[in-house]
Protein backbone atom coordinates (compact mmCIF):
# COMPACT_ATOMS: atom_id res chain seq x y z
CA UNK A 1 0.00 0.00 0.00
CA UNK A 2 3.16 2.12 0.13
CA UNK A 3 4.42 5.02 2.87
CA UNK A 4 1.44 6.62 4.81
CA UNK A 5 3.05 8.57 8.00
CA UNK A 6 4.58 11.04 5.58
CA UNK A 7 2.96 10.96 1.93
CA UNK A 8 1.42 13.81 0.21
CA UNK A 9 -2.48 12.64 0.67
CA UNK A 10 -3.71 10.45 -1.79
CA UNK A 11 -6.56 7.92 -3.12
CA UNK A 12 -5.17 4.70 -4.26
CA UNK A 13 -6.97 5.27 -7.48
CA UNK A 14 -5.80 8.64 -8.57
CA UNK A 15 -2.87 8.37 -10.75
CA UNK A 16 -2.16 12.14 -10.52
CA UNK A 17 -1.97 12.36 -6.87
CA UNK A 18 1.38 10.60 -6.60
CA UNK A 19 3.20 9.64 -2.80
CA UNK A 20 6.14 12.34 -2.19
CA UNK A 21 8.21 11.70 1.22
CA UNK A 22 8.84 14.92 3.60
CA UNK A 23 12.46 16.06 4.10
CA UNK A 24 12.96 15.94 7.60
CA UNK A 25 15.68 16.12 10.66
CA UNK A 26 17.39 12.73 10.94
CA UNK A 27 16.45 12.29 14.26
CA UNK A 28 12.66 12.71 13.79
CA UNK A 29 13.30 10.06 11.39
CA UNK A 30 13.84 7.52 14.22
CA UNK A 31 9.94 7.95 14.79
CA UNK A 32 8.85 6.87 11.56
CA UNK A 33 8.37 3.54 12.94
CA UNK A 34 5.70 4.38 15.52
CA UNK A 35 4.54 6.88 13.66
CA UNK A 36 3.66 4.81 10.37
CA UNK A 37 2.46 1.59 12.01
CA UNK A 38 -0.90 0.34 10.76
CA UNK A 39 -1.75 -1.01 14.42
CA UNK A 40 -2.31 1.12 17.87
CA UNK A 41 -2.06 -0.64 21.50
CA UNK A 42 -4.22 0.59 23.71
CA UNK A 43 -3.63 0.99 27.73
CA UNK A 44 -4.10 1.95 30.32
CA UNK A 45 -8.17 3.29 30.51
CA UNK A 46 -8.70 5.83 32.30
CA UNK A 47 -6.84 8.90 33.62
CA UNK A 48 -8.16 9.66 37.24
CA UNK A 49 -4.25 10.50 38.66
CA UNK A 50 -3.54 13.21 35.82
CA UNK A 51 -3.81 16.34 36.64
CA UNK A 52 -0.70 18.47 34.78
CA UNK A 53 -0.19 17.58 31.27
CA UNK A 54 2.33 18.92 29.32
CA UNK A 55 1.17 19.26 26.30
CA UNK A 56 3.73 19.17 22.89
CA UNK A 57 2.75 21.16 19.71
CA UNK A 58 1.37 18.83 16.45
CA UNK A 59 3.90 16.74 14.84
CA UNK A 60 7.61 17.81 16.89
CA UNK A 61 8.41 13.99 17.41
CA UNK A 62 7.67 13.44 13.06
CA UNK A 63 7.00 15.72 10.11
CA UNK A 64 4.03 16.61 9.16
CA UNK A 65 2.48 15.72 6.09
CA UNK A 66 1.78 18.02 3.53
CA UNK A 67 -1.50 19.35 3.05
CA UNK A 68 -2.46 20.23 6.23
CA UNK A 69 -0.07 22.35 7.39
CA UNK A 70 -2.38 25.75 7.79
CA UNK A 71 -4.64 23.42 9.35
CA UNK A 72 -2.20 22.05 12.28
CA UNK A 73 -2.93 25.19 14.55
CA UNK A 74 -6.78 24.70 14.72
CA UNK A 75 -6.12 20.84 15.44
CA UNK A 76 -3.54 21.92 18.34
CA UNK A 77 -5.68 24.77 19.46
CA UNK A 78 -8.84 21.79 19.52
CA UNK A 79 -6.60 19.03 21.49
CA UNK A 80 -5.58 21.76 24.04
CA UNK A 81 -9.69 22.42 24.18
CA UNK A 82 -10.46 18.92 24.68
CA UNK A 83 -7.72 18.43 27.87
CA UNK A 84 -9.23 21.76 28.90
CA UNK A 85 -12.92 20.04 29.20
CA UNK A 86 -11.49 16.94 31.19
CA UNK A 87 -10.13 19.83 34.09
CA UNK A 88 -6.70 19.37 33.02
CA UNK A 89 -4.01 21.86 33.97
CA UNK A 90 -1.94 22.14 30.65
CA UNK A 91 1.35 23.30 30.29
CA UNK A 92 2.43 24.22 26.50
CA UNK A 93 5.54 24.52 25.31
CA UNK A 94 6.12 26.45 21.98
CA UNK A 95 7.39 24.47 18.96
CA UNK A 96 10.90 26.01 19.33
CA UNK A 97 11.31 24.62 22.97
CA UNK A 98 9.36 21.68 22.14
CA UNK A 99 11.59 21.04 19.10
CA UNK A 100 14.72 21.64 21.07
CA UNK A 101 14.02 19.50 23.79
CA UNK A 102 12.92 16.65 21.49
CA UNK A 103 15.94 16.78 19.72
CA UNK A 104 18.26 17.24 22.75
CA UNK A 105 16.30 14.07 23.92
CA UNK A 106 17.09 12.17 20.91
CA UNK A 107 20.94 12.69 20.66
CA UNK A 108 21.23 11.92 24.82
CA UNK A 109 19.41 8.92 24.18
CA UNK A 110 22.23 8.14 20.98
CA UNK A 111 24.53 9.05 23.60
CA UNK A 112 23.52 6.48 26.46
CA UNK A 113 22.97 3.64 23.47
CA UNK A 114 24.05 3.94 20.51
CA UNK A 115 22.44 5.43 17.20
CA UNK A 116 21.79 0.86 16.33
CA UNK A 117 19.39 1.01 19.76
CA UNK A 118 17.50 4.06 19.01
CA UNK A 119 13.29 4.35 19.29
CA UNK A 120 10.66 6.45 19.18
CA UNK A 121 9.82 5.22 22.64
CA UNK A 122 13.39 5.11 24.20
CA UNK A 123 13.54 9.28 22.95
CA UNK A 124 10.11 9.64 24.01
CA UNK A 125 11.06 8.29 27.80
CA UNK A 126 14.57 10.11 27.88
CA UNK A 127 12.18 13.40 27.26
CA UNK A 128 9.83 12.76 29.61
CA UNK A 129 12.79 12.47 32.17
CA UNK A 130 14.50 15.21 31.35
CA UNK A 131 11.50 17.42 31.32
CA UNK A 132 10.26 16.11 34.70
CA UNK A 133 13.91 16.85 36.35
CA UNK A 134 12.93 20.99 35.58
CA UNK A 135 9.28 21.02 35.90
CA UNK A 136 6.02 18.99 37.65
CA UNK A 137 3.70 16.99 35.66
CA UNK A 138 1.36 14.17 35.54
CA UNK A 139 1.63 12.65 31.95
CA UNK A 140 3.53 14.01 28.82
CA UNK A 141 1.24 13.80 25.66
CA UNK A 142 2.77 13.56 22.35
CA UNK A 143 0.34 14.27 19.42
CA UNK A 144 1.25 13.77 15.77
CA UNK A 145 -1.26 13.68 12.39
CA UNK A 146 -0.26 10.77 10.21
CA UNK A 147 -1.72 9.46 7.15
CA UNK A 148 -3.15 6.22 7.77
CA UNK A 149 -5.12 3.28 5.43
CA UNK A 150 -8.32 3.51 4.78
CA UNK A 151 -11.28 1.93 2.68
CA UNK A 152 -13.64 3.32 0.34
CA UNK A 153 -16.91 2.24 -0.78
CA UNK A 154 -18.73 4.87 -2.76
CA UNK A 155 -18.33 8.26 -1.20
CA UNK A 156 -18.06 6.44 2.21
CA UNK A 157 -14.28 6.00 3.69
CA UNK A 158 -13.95 4.23 7.12
CA UNK A 159 -10.56 4.48 9.11
CA UNK A 160 -9.70 4.48 12.80
CA UNK A 161 -12.66 4.96 14.58
CA UNK A 162 -14.41 6.83 11.91
CA UNK A 163 -16.78 7.28 8.89
CA UNK A 164 -16.71 9.71 6.56
CA UNK A 165 -18.53 10.79 3.40
CA UNK A 166 -15.80 12.01 0.24
CA UNK A 167 -17.27 15.44 -1.13
CA UNK A 168 -18.57 14.95 -5.17
CA UNK A 169 -16.69 16.67 -8.05
CA UNK A 170 -19.44 16.26 -10.95
CA UNK A 171 -19.51 18.98 -13.45
CA UNK A 172 -21.07 17.66 -15.99
CA UNK A 173 -23.94 15.59 -13.82
CA UNK A 174 -22.25 11.88 -14.51
CA UNK A 175 -24.59 9.23 -13.23
CA UNK A 176 -23.42 8.14 -9.53
CA UNK A 177 -24.46 4.59 -10.45
CA UNK A 178 -20.63 3.74 -11.43
CA UNK A 179 -20.13 4.35 -7.61
CA UNK A 180 -22.63 1.92 -6.25
CA UNK A 181 -20.09 -0.78 -6.53
CA UNK A 182 -17.04 0.90 -6.15
CA UNK A 183 -14.42 0.01 -3.61
CA UNK A 184 -10.59 0.69 -3.01
CA UNK A 185 -8.44 1.88 -0.54
CA UNK A 186 -7.06 4.90 0.41
CA UNK A 187 -4.85 7.40 2.97
CA UNK A 188 -6.42 9.61 5.63
CA UNK A 189 -5.30 12.05 8.26
CA UNK A 190 -5.31 10.88 11.76
CA UNK A 191 -4.01 12.10 15.20
CA UNK A 192 -1.99 9.58 16.55
CA UNK A 193 -0.87 10.56 20.19
CA UNK A 194 1.57 8.33 22.71
CA UNK A 195 1.45 9.22 26.74
CA UNK A 196 4.25 9.28 28.98
CA UNK A 197 4.58 9.23 32.68
CA UNK A 198 7.62 11.19 34.51
CA UNK A 199 10.00 8.45 34.99
CA UNK A 200 9.21 7.47 30.96
CA UNK A 201 7.24 4.87 31.45
CA UNK A 202 4.59 4.46 28.22
CA UNK A 203 0.52 5.14 29.69
CA UNK A 204 -1.21 4.81 26.20
CA UNK A 205 -1.53 5.43 22.80
CA UNK A 206 -4.21 5.84 20.80
CA UNK A 207 -5.48 6.90 17.16
CA UNK A 208 -8.65 8.65 16.07
CA UNK A 209 -9.45 9.48 12.46
CA UNK A 210 -9.47 13.42 11.78
CA UNK A 211 -11.11 14.42 7.84
CA UNK A 212 -10.43 14.01 4.00
CA UNK A 213 -8.40 15.80 2.14
CA UNK A 214 -9.66 14.96 -1.00
CA UNK A 215 -12.98 15.01 -3.06
CA UNK A 216 -14.25 12.53 -5.11
CA UNK A 217 -13.78 13.34 -8.82
CA UNK A 218 -16.25 12.21 -11.66
CA UNK A 219 -15.15 13.11 -15.76
CA UNK A 220 -14.50 11.54 -19.10
CA UNK A 221 -16.63 9.43 -21.13
CA UNK A 222 -16.78 6.88 -20.06
CA UNK A 223 -16.95 7.84 -16.63
CA UNK A 224 -13.63 7.71 -14.78
CA UNK A 225 -13.32 7.77 -11.08
CA UNK A 226 -10.57 10.14 -9.69
CA UNK A 227 -9.28 12.32 -7.15
CA UNK A 228 -8.62 15.69 -6.14
CA UNK A 229 -7.22 17.39 -3.20
CA UNK A 230 -9.28 19.76 -1.73
CA UNK A 231 -8.82 23.61 -1.37
CA UNK A 232 -6.19 24.42 2.26
CA UNK A 233 -8.99 26.43 3.00
CA UNK A 234 -11.63 24.13 3.37
CA UNK A 235 -9.21 21.53 5.29
CA UNK A 236 -9.84 20.45 8.57
CA UNK A 237 -12.36 23.77 8.66
CA UNK A 238 -15.39 21.79 10.05
CA UNK A 239 -14.51 21.17 13.64
CA UNK A 240 -17.01 18.27 13.76
CA UNK A 241 -14.91 15.48 12.81
CA UNK A 242 -11.77 17.16 13.92
CA UNK A 243 -13.12 16.87 17.35
CA UNK A 244 -14.41 13.49 17.14
CA UNK A 245 -10.89 11.94 15.88
CA UNK A 246 -9.65 13.55 18.97
CA UNK A 247 -11.98 12.07 21.24
CA UNK A 248 -11.08 9.13 19.38
CA UNK A 249 -7.91 9.11 20.02
CA UNK A 250 -7.61 9.91 23.68
CA UNK A 251 -10.33 7.35 24.75
CA UNK A 252 -10.20 5.28 26.68
CA UNK A 253 -7.60 7.51 28.90
CA UNK A 254 -9.75 10.28 28.74
CA UNK A 255 -13.17 9.16 27.90
CA UNK A 256 -14.99 10.87 25.51
CA UNK A 257 -17.97 13.84 26.70
Given amino acids: MGPFAGARPELRFAPRVRATLVAA ?11 GGNTVTRGF ?9 VLFPLNVVVPLPPGVETAAPS ?9 DAHDKRVQAPTPEEAQAAWLASAKALKAEVGASQMSFEGAAAMLA ?9 DAL ?6 LRPAKVRGRTVTWDGVTRTLKLVNPEGRSLQVLKDFQTQAVAPSLQLAVFSPDG ?21 PTRIDAELLPRAQVFADRTPVNEGIAVAFDPFLPRL
Fill in 25 to 35: VAVALLTAGCA
Fill in 45 to 53: KGAPAVDDV
Fill in 75 to 83: VDAAIREYL
Fill in 129 to 137: RRLHAEQRF
Fill in 141 to 146: VLPWIA
Fill in 201 to 221: RKLFEGVGGLDLLHALVLEGE
